[in-house]
């Protein structure tokens, strides 16, 4: 396999060319890790640890339901188990619903 192209063309750099190139990188890396993602989801944190059980419960009882959705509408195994079983994502309203489901062994 070898090492990737990137690689030997910046060993072939003069040095001043490799610390720029690196300190470009730093700067990508930096703004992927604190730019607005960071910021949005770092506001929503701070919101959210004031909510109210129940405002934190029907959040993660969404939040649920969205991932159901999403794997019942792209995974072949979990269409599968849900129509096996004769569910709908919208069957499990919340974390009191999951024993309806199976356990996975993985």
């Given at each position: 396999m070898g090492e990737p192209r990137w690689f030997r063309a910046y060993g072939r750099l003069p040095v001043w060319?490799?610390?720029?190139?690196?300190?470009?990188?730093?700067?990508?890396?930096?703004?992927?890790?604190?730019?607005?993602?960071f910021h949005r989801a770092l506001e929503f944190l701070e919101e959210?640890?004031?909510w109210s059980l129940g405002d934190q419960q029907a959040y993660q009882d969404e939040r649920l339901g969205e991932i159901l959705r999403h794997a019942y509408e792209t995974v072949p195994y979990y269409r599968e188990v849900f129509d096996g079983l004769k569910l709908r994502p919208v069957d499990i309203r919340g974390a009191r619903d999951l024993p309806k489901l199976p356990l996975l062994d993985k």
């Open positions: 060319m490799q610390n720029a190139a690196c300190s470009a990188a730093g700067l990508r890396m930096r703004r992927e890790r604190h730019g607005g993602a959210s640890q004031r």
